[in-house]
């Protein structure tokens, strides 16, 4: 896990290399801990000594169990976000960049399968990040869909509904294909749900592709 | 909810309408206790209370908190089963029936909040009926997609994947606009992903509806 973390919601930002190299074990043992146990029986010394840092170190960047949780869930949002990113930014039509963009998850979830436990978790132990968590992404989605309808790619139709439909076709197709089942080949899944995708969003109007 | 509750896991069937009437009020109770305070702070009394039953009548069904929490799981997923079922039943041709059915679910969901934190608690509080009342439902979602393609209604393709990418949009949108905003239209939440989902799937070969 590569990704810079972001500023913890203590808001105390590292400002060494050491810092943020210390920050980001944290996050990652985080990830480790709360998904293998879960919220309640995870632990912060549990997380420290995943992370092989003391536990002064992670009361520099944060005060509670709680406070790295919530930073976890900001943080993993951002993996996915800067996951499929680079994975799509070439790619100029926007139906086949959200194509693209489910495969991409698929991809990322066959190697985080603990974002499933500790996203769907959040729900219950910090409901704001779970409903910022889906919003945003569901932010991404519709632009996306705005700006594909604008140039003409795809039939007109609420961006919003059809990002929501989208999203929960990626979160779905993630957990069945991605956490409970490894033998299915992630490109044919984004194909199957890919040529739905496209075929459902394409514009009616003869005459034009 | 005046559906009939199913065999409690318990094994304990009761043999009376009244028997019967008690175990569904007992489920009903269960539905709100666990709904509002969650399975972590909810109890067997609050449930009994909820319920105006006596503790004993709780332990003639159930043997625990637990179990009647799998219970409950089991009786959400099929009054779903049992909301959805009749509304879709007249309907010959198959994607009419699942874009049917995705009004019924949103309808289903208004009424309903409290089903999504119960069987999203569930991936926590009893992995099996977690997964259970998903692989369920994706496999009636394939059965008819199955069917429909068989009767020359939609493109051939993978039903079990297009059945987890159906069910995501359901799932998605009743979480959106069901459970967190009342202000929408169902009808026309339906109406835009329905329109998705019927050219999504549509036969591409010309010459046939």
Known sequence: MATAPG??????????????????????????????????EASISGITARAGTAIGSFYTYFDSKEA?????????????????????????????AEQASQLAFLQFVRHHKEIYRIIDEAEFVDPVSYREHYSSTADRIAQRLQAAEEAGEISAGSAEIRAWALMGINVFLGLRFGVWDEGSDPAEVARISGDLIAHGLARREPGKA
């Open 68 to 96: 790295i949780f919530t930073a976890l869930v900001r943080d993993l949002s951002g993996q996915v976000r800067d996951f499929v990113g680079p994975r799509i930014a070439g790619i100029a039509n926007h139906l086949e």
């Open 7 to 40: 500023t913890p919601v203590g808001g105390k930002t590292p400002k060494t290399e050491r810092g943020r190299r210390t920050l980001r074990a944290l996050l990652d043992a985080a990830a480790e801990e709360f998904g293998d146990k879960g919220f309640h």
